[in-house]
């Protein structure tokens, strides 16, 4: 079984920066796909981006694309999401989570693993 630790929440200033970290812990995420979803206070919780297994694909939500990244360590232990040029609209708890299998997804019911998540303030 494999836990999920995600770190690096904060407040942030419109157009601020924040990376997010998933740590796995249990067994290593080398050999599947992770993702990344959010959920705003009322909200349903949503797909921000996902990566492949050894991080050859990433795909991203419309709304995040070209501001957000996606990238894993070479150890399988941890995935990030640097977020740039953040907006009000992205605040949020962050989670990530792992995938069933070696192809990034956009459906939650796509993976088995989440962490508690971690929030995301953007605000001046």
Not at 18 to 33: D, F, H, I, P
Not at 85 to 111: F, H, I, Q
Request: proline content about 3%; hydrophobic content about 35%; overall charge neutral.
């Amino acid at each position: 079984q494999v836990q999920l630790v995600e770190s690096g929440g904060g407040l942030v200033q419109p157009g601020g920066s924040l990376r997010l970290s998933c740590v796995a812990s249990g067994r290593a995420l080398s050999s599947t796909a992770m993702g990344w979803f959010r959920q705003a206070p009322g909200k349903e919780r949503e797909f921000v981006g996902a990566i492949s297994w050894r991080g050859i694909t990433t795909v991203y939500a419309d709304s995040v694309r070209g501001r957000f990244t996606i990238s894993s360590d070479n150890a399988g232990h941890a995935v990030f999401l640097q977020m740039d040029d953040l907006k009000s609209e992205d605040t949020a708890v962050y989670y990530c989570a792992k995938g069933l299998g070696l192809s990034p997804s956009r459906a939650p019911s796509e993976y088995d693993a989440w962490g508690q998540g971690t929030q995301v303030t953007v605000s001046s």
